[in-house]
């Protein structure tokens, strides 16, 4: 089951401009996260926003979250030519509906120099 | 180092035969799970272990099993029941408390000729 629903499915900007990925989601949730993954490699691990936090920033990245509208925003500031790559949002449950991650489709972002 | 290694890089699987793929982590991670991912998409849930000795089906299970013998370890076996099995396979581990993301191998990229 995609719990998470991701749009834009595909973003292309220049090089110093700001990129926002967002996510919608359906049940209650324990946190959200989002990973990057470069092309045929495996994900990282960006950020994890837990279900009373409303904002979160790590460096350039700054990760928003609404429960009342089960959505998040993932921004990129001052983007660079190397965060070109496809991200995702995933939504962790709790323990009584396993503890997993459900992960969204992705954005796949395009940085050109 | 700690992280996860997944074995093969590439694997090639004729039609009717099984084909096991590696995971192993030295991160002491209690949880392990195994996702597949098809080209432009997410990744789904195949299974998942908390423990050893212990996993859960995910959301697309038939055609696969597993095993969790020891911690470190977490093999995935392709059945010849699994009728689509060309796809790009991530494992992940976690530590048991929902606050900490996964880490990710590099995956495995299966094709069946």
């Known amino acids: 089951s995609q719990q998470g629903e991701e749009d834009p499915q595909a973003l292309s900007i220049q090089e110093g401009e700001n990129a926002t990925m967002n996510c919608s989601y359906k049940?209650?949730?324990?946190?959200l996260q989002w990973y990057r993954q470069n092309s045929g490699r495996g994900l990282v691990h960006l950020i994890l926003?837990?279900?009373?936090?409303r904002e979160k920033h790590s460096g350039r990245l700054r990760v928003t979250l609404d429960t009342s509208k089960k959505s998040s925003s993932l921004l990129i500031t001052a983007s660079r030519a190397a965060d070109t790559a496809s991200y995702f949002c995933?939504?962790?449950?709790?323990?009584?509906?396993?503890?997993?991650?459900?992960f969204g489709q992705g954005t796949e972002l395009s940085v050109k120099p | 180092d700690g992280g996860i290694t997944q074995s093969p890089k590439y694997l090639f699987r004729k039609e009717g035969q099984n084909v096991t793929l590696s995971c192993e982590q030295n991160?002491?991670?209690?949880?392990m799970y195994w996702y597949r991912q098809d080209p432009g998409q997410g990744l789904r849930l195949i299974y998942y272990?908390?423990?050893?000795?212990?996993?859960q089906k995910g959301d697309i299970a038939e055609g696969y099993s597993v095993s969790r013998e020891k911690k470190e370890s977490f093999p995935l076996t392709v059945t010849s029941a699994q009728k689509n099995p060309t796809a790009f396979y991530l494992c992940?581990?976690?530590?048991?408390?929902?606050?900490?993301?996964?880490?990710f191998g590099s995956g495995t990229r299966l094709t069946v000729v």
């Open positions: 995933a939504t962790g449950l709790f323990y009584n509906q396993g503890g997993k991650l459900i």
């Open positions: 992940a581990s976690s530590r048991p408390a929902l606050a900490y993301g996964y880490t």
């Open positions: 926003i837990r279900s009373n936090e």
């Open positions: 049940t209650s949730i324990n946190n």
């Open positions: 991160l002491n991670h209690d949880a």
């Open positions: 272990s908390q423990i050893v000795n212990d996993f």
